[in-house]
């Protein structure tokens, strides 16, 4: 059964950071590409960072650039989101997802699986 279990939200200032974990098991992490959604009360989940299966290529929504960082540990099934300069539109869950393959993707549905998300509040 495949798990991915996200940590390390929480609240924090403007201007602050943040880094979330997703710890994954049930599957073989290597083969997959990892992504991070976001969902806002009221929108859409939305796509912030995908990395592939090698931590090789990595994608970003514009609003995030320069501002988030994705990383992978496959030793440890483990993918990261480095958040700075946290702003309050940053405000959402925050989902880890992963896609069975070694493509990245932007898409929510080119993702297998989900996590069930941890919240991510930046206040002013």
């Known amino acids: 059964q495949v798990q991915l279990v996200e940590s390390g939200g929480g609240l924090v200032q403007a201007g602050g950071s943040l880094r979330l974990s997703c710890a994954a098991s049930?599957?073989?992490?290597?083969?997959?590409?990892m992504g991070w959604f976001r969902q806002a009360p009221g929108k859409e989940r939305e796509f912030v960072a995908t990395i592939s299966w090698s931590a090789g290529s990595t994608t970003y929504v514009d609003s995030v650039k320069g501002r988030f960082t994705i990383s992978r540990d496959n030793a440890k099934n483990t993918v990261y989101l480095q958040m700075n300069s946290l702003k309050p539109e940053d405000t959402a869950v925050y989902y880890c997802?992963?896609?069975?393959?070694?493509?990245?993707?932007?898409?929510?549905?080119?993702?297998?699986?989900w996590g069930q998300g941890t919240q991510v509040t930046v206040s002013s």
């Open positions: 049930g599957l073989t992490f290597s083969r997959y590409a």
């Open positions: 997802a992963a896609r069975n393959s070694r493509v990245v993707a932007i898409g929510r549905y080119d993702y297998d699986y």
